[in-house]
C-alpha cells in the first residue's frame, strides 16, 4: 500500500463586518492609536455584533465555503474539527453544532481547546486519522468570539483580540504534498500566566464571579511575551532543521497573530526576510484558533504547488508548536 499524506485542498475563511478600530478603542478605555500600534501592531479588528450570535456562526460561513469551493457535499464529509477557547456552549462541542448548521450528517465531531495554538492541534490530530486512511474528507475549522471574553475596560487585553473563523478541507494523497512534519508541546505552568479565572468546575458561575469580572481573560503580558518569542521561535527554527529546510528554500511562515513583535522575533531567528511571512494583525488582531487558517485564506491565491510553509503557534496552557506542509495546488487550478 502507497504511503499516504494528508493534503490541504480547500481553504475558506470568514471575518465580521464590524471594524473596531483603534480610535474607538481610545474612546472606551484610556489608550490611543499610537500605543496600540507601537506595542503590539494591531490598527483594528472584526467584532461579531447580533444577539444569539456565537463561534459557530462564524465557523458555518467558514465551513461552507470550503465545501463550495471544493465541490463538496456535506454528506461526504467524515470528520469535522472545530478548534475554539469561546464555544458556543460548555457542551455540546461547538463541531457539533457547526456540523449542524452545515447540515454535515456522516461525520463525527469534536473541539480541542490548545489555546492559539489550537488550529495547530486540530490539524495535526486530523491529519493522522487522513494519512491512516481511516478518515478520507475531514474538516478542520479554527474559530473564536474573542470579543464575548473581552474585558473592554481593561486596556491591556481589550486591544488585542477580534473575531474570525477559518477552515481547511484535508484529503489523503499519494504525493509528496501535505502534512510531512509537526512538533507540538505544551507546560502546564503557563496556566497562571493566561486564562479564564472562572466558569469552569473549579469556580463556577456566581454572582461573586460576575462582580469581580473574572470571566474575562485574564493575562500576565510580560511572562506571555517572553516564553512565546523563545517557544515559538525554537520549535519553528527545529522543524525547518530536521527537514533540512533552510531560509532560501522556505516560501512562507504562517505565524500566530498575537503580538507584531512576537512574529518579528520568531522571524528574525529564523532567519527569513518580512516577505516570507503571512502577516494580517493589523487588520484583524488576534482571532486566537482562527489566526493561522485566516492567514492562509487570505494568502490562498499567492500559493503554489510544493511551497514549503510552516505554520508556528503559542498560546494558553502554555501550548506551542510547528508544523511543515508543502502546499498542493495552484489557486489558479480552484
Given at each position: 500500500?502507497?504511503?499516504?499524506?494528508?493534503?490541504?485542498?480547500?481553504?475558506?475563511?470568514y471575518?465580521?463586518?464590524?471594524?473596531?478600530?483603534?480610535?474607538?478603542?481610545?474612546?472606551?478605555?484610556?489608550?490611543?492609536?499610537?500605543?496600540?500600534?507601537?506595542?503590539?501592531?494591531?490598527?483594528?479588528?472584526?467584532?461579531?455584533?447580533?444577539?444569539?450570535?456565537?463561534?459557530?456562526?462564524?465557523?458555518?460561513?467558514?465551513?461552507?465555503?470550503?465545501?463550495?469551493?471544493?465541490?463538496?457535499?456535506?454528506?461526504e464529509?467524515?470528520?469535522?474539527?472545530?478548534?475554539?477557547?469561546?464555544?458556543?456552549?460548555?457542551?455540546?462541542?461547538?463541531?457539533?453544532?457547526v456540523?449542524?448548521?452545515?447540515?454535515?450528517?456522516?461525520?463525527?465531531?469534536?473541539?480541542?481547546?490548545?489555546?492559539?495554538?489550537g488550529?495547530?492541534?486540530?490539524?495535526?490530530?486530523?491529519a493522522?486519522?487522513?494519512?491512516?486512511?481511516?478518515?478520507?474528507?475531514?474538516?478542520?475549522?479554527?474559530?473564536d468570539?474573542?470579543?464575548?471574553?473581552?474585558?473592554?475596560?481593561?486596556?491591556?487585553?481589550?486591544v488585542?483580540?477580534?473575531?474570525?473563523?477559518?477552515?481547511?478541507?484535508?484529503?489523503?494523497?499519494?504525493?509528496?504534498?501535505?502534512m510531512?512534519?509537526?512538533?507540538?508541546?505544551?507546560?502546564?505552568?503557563?496556566?497562571?500566566?493566561?486564562?479564564?479565572?472562572?466558569?469552569g468546575?473549579?469556580?463556577?458561575?456566581?454572582?461573586?464571579?460576575?462582580?469581580?469580572?473574572?470571566?474575562?481573560?485574564?493575562?500576565?503580558?510580560?511572562?506571555?511575551?517572553?516564553?512565546?518569542?523563545?517557544?515559538?521561535?525554537?520549535?519553528?527554527?527545529?522543524?525547518?532543521?530536521?527537514?533540512?529546510?533552510?531560509?532560501e528554500?522556505l516560501?512562507?511562515?504562517?505565524?500566530?497573530?498575537?503580538?507584531?513583535?512576537?512574529?518579528?522575533?520568531t522571524?528574525?531567528?529564523m532567519?527569513?526576510e518580512?516577505?516570507?511571512?503571512?502577516?494580517?494583525i493589523?487588520?484583524?488582531?488576534?482571532?486566537?484558533?482562527g489566526?493561522?487558517?485566516i492567514?492562509?485564506?487570505?494568502?490562498?491565491?499567492?500559493?503554489?504547488?510544493?511551497d514549503?510553509?510552516i505554520?508556528?503557534?503559542f498560546?494558553a496552557g502554555?501550548?506551542?508548536?510547528?508544523?511543515?506542509?508543502?502546499?498542493?495546488?495552484?489557486?489558479?487550478?480552484k
Open positions: 500500500m502507497e504511503k499516504l499524506n494528508a493534503v490541504i485542498t480547500a481553504v475558506g475563511g471575518v465580521p463586518d464590524y471594524v473596531l478600530t483603534n480610535e474607538e478603542l481610545s474612546k472606551m478605555v484610556e489608550t490611543s492609536d499610537e500605543w496600540i500600534t507601537t506595542r503590539v501592531g494591531i490598527k483594528e479588528r472584526r467584532i461579531l455584533k447580533g444577539e444569539g450570535k456565537g463561534t459557530s456562526d462564524m465557523a458555518m460561513m467558514a465551513v461552507n465555503q470550503v465545501l463550495e469551493k471544493s465541490g463538496t457535499s456535506p454528506d464529509v467524515d470528520m469535522l474539527i472545530c478548534a475554539t477557547v469561546t464555544p458556543d456552549h460548555i457542551f455540546p462541542a461547538t463541531a457539533n453544532i456540523s449542524d448548521k452545515c447540515d454535515i450528517r456522516n461525520a463525527h465531531s469534536f473541539d480541542i481547546n490548545a489555546g492559539c495554538s488550529f495547530l492541534y486540530a490539524l495535526d490530530t486530523a493522522k486519522f487522513v494519512q491512516t486512511g481511516n478518515k478520507k474528507k475531514v474538516i478542520v475549522v479554527g474559530a468570539k474573542m470579543s464575548s471574553i473581552t474585558d473592554y475596560t481593561d486596556r491591556t487585553t481589550c488585542l483580540f477580534g473575531d474570525g473563523a477559518g477552515a481547511v478541507l484535508l484529503e489523503p494523497t499519494t504525493e509528496e504534498v501535505g510531512l512534519d509537526s512538533k507540538l508541546q505544551s507546560d502546564g505552568f503557563g496556566r497562571v500566566y493566561l486564562h479564564q479565572k472562572a466558569g468546575s473549579v469556580k463556577p458561575p456566581s454572582h461573586e464571579t460576575i462582580d469581580n469580572r473574572e470571566h474575562f481573560i485574564f493575562q500576565d503580558g510580560p511572562h506571555v511575551f517572553k516564553h512565546a518569542v523563545s517557544k515559538m521561535a525554537d520549535v519553528a527554527v527545529e522543524v525547518m532543521e530536521r527537514n533540512n529546510i533552510t531560509s528554500t516560501n512562507w511562515l504562517v505565524p500566530h497573530q498575537a503580538n507584531m513583535r512576537i512574529i518579528e522575533g522571524a528574525k531567528r532567519g527569513i518580512k516577505e516570507q511571512v503571512m502577516i494580517n493589523h487588520r484583524y488582531g488576534n482571532t486566537t484558533a489566526t493561522l487558517p492567514c492562509l485564506w487570505e494568502w490562498e491565491d499567492q500559493l503554489k504547488k510544493g514549503n510553509i505554520l508556528a503557534a498560546g502554555f501550548t506551542w508548536g510547528a508544523l511543515y506542509l508543502k502546499w498542493g495546488y495552484n489557486s489558479d487550478k
